[in-house]
């Protein structure tokens, strides 16, 4: 198993950069993990044709994890009513909010499905499994395993008891670290850099790779919070970099 980070700026893109978006990959089976803005281009740099994807996931449906969703409709649409492609890609995503659900079809591109905890979806060899974090808005963080391995995304969350339930033994924990401990408060929506070392440690990850950046920080400043709490394998992700699991 592998992943590739397409972006992994947030709540908006730093110059040059992109928002969330992740490619898994296990044996040929490929399955795209958010579509932030900037997502859709980089992805066409790895794969060939689009129908090469076995699914999207959408962990919620905040613009910076979708914008490009509203975008890669019209390809996979248009190249499918032209013959180019050969079928709709199933998406899985939160049902709500159901404008932002509804918003995403167009001309048959998606095999639309919601995402609920007691979802299961078997793909091949892997199982890939939901929890819902907290969010403003319905938020599922995953976990894809496969022969005892196990990958996990926290997707966007406030500090909770779910991500350490989510991010247990995790081999590698993928984790958002939207803000640093001096901006915090009470509505912060994201993990500081020091809580997702904290959920690292507690969980006993063997690898937590940070993403998620806030624009305005330095690598570094977000690098040395979560080093506070966790003396594990720590790696700042990088865009259009692949990472073994
Ligand atoms: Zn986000
Ligand atoms: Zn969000």
Partial sequence: MRITVLGNSGPYPRPGGACSGYLFEDGSTKILI????????????????????DMIIISHLHSDHIADAM????????????????KSIPLF????????????QFQDAFIMKEISE???????ELSIGFKKMVH??????????????????????????????????????????????????????????????????????????????WPGYTLDEILQEAKENFDGELILSEEMKTYEI
């Fill in 34 to 53: 958010d579509c932030g803005n900037g997502t859709l281009s980089r992805l066409q740099q790895i794969i060939h044709r689009l129908d090469d994807l």
């Fill in 71 to 86: 975008v890669l409709r019209y390809a996979i649409g248009i190249n499918k009513a032209k013959g180019m492609i050969s």
């Fill in 93 to 104: 995503a939160p049902g709500e909010p159901k404008a932002d659900f509804d918003k995403l």
């Fill in 118 to 124: 007691d979802l299961v979806i078997h793909q091949n």
């Fill in 136 to 213: 403003p808005v319905p938020c599922y963080g995953m976990t894809i395993e496969k022969n005892g391995k196990k990958f996990v995304y926290s997707a966007d969350t406030k500090y909770c008891d779910q991500i350490f339930q989510l991010a247990k033994d995790a081999d590698l924990l993928l984790c958002e670290s939207g803000v640093l401990e001096r901006d915090k408060t009470e509505d912060t929506a994201h993990l500081s850099a020091k809580e997702a070392g904290e959920i690292g440690m507690v969980s006993r990850v063997k690898k937590l790779m940070l993403t998620h950046f």
